[in-house]
């Protein structure tokens, strides 16, 4: 059973930085593909950002594209998500989320393992 744990959260003025780290354990990380997840205060869970296994590709929701970049360290079992430029639209709780090998789109469904979540709150 793989588990994650979220970590980096906190508060950071619009136009700042921060950036979050995910630690698995139970599983070799090549065989996941581990996808950061975001759901604001009264809205949906959303996905932003996704890194594949092995083969390491990675996407972009249009959220985060070009502000955001994933990576992955498979022989430390981190997976980091570098945001920069924030604003206050990227206030929300941050979950990264594992589904096998490849990912599977932007729907939570397809996702079987989740961290509990990290903070992410954007305020001046």
């Known amino acids: 059973q793989l588990q994650l744990v979220e970590s980096g959260g906190g508060m950071v003025q619009p136009g700042g930085s921060l950036r979050l780290s995910c630690v698995a354990s139970g599983g070799p990380l090549d065989h996941y593909a581990i996808a950061w997840f975001r759901q604001a205060p009264g809205k949906e869970r959303e996905g932003v950002s996704c890194a594949s296994g092995a083969e390491t590709t990675t996407n972009y929701a249009d959220s985060a594209r070009g502000r955001f970049t994933i990576s992955r360290d498979n022989a430390k079992n981190m997976v980091y998500l570098q945001m920069n430029n924030l604003n206050t639209l990227d206030t929300g709780i941050y979950y990264c989320?594992?589904?096998?090998?490849?990912?599977?789109?932007?729907?939570?469904?397809?996702?079987?393992?989740w961290g509990q979540g990290a903070q992410v709150t954007v305020s001046s």
């Open positions: 989320a594992a589904t096998y090998y490849y990912c599977s789109g932007y729907e939570p469904g397809p996702y079987q393992f």
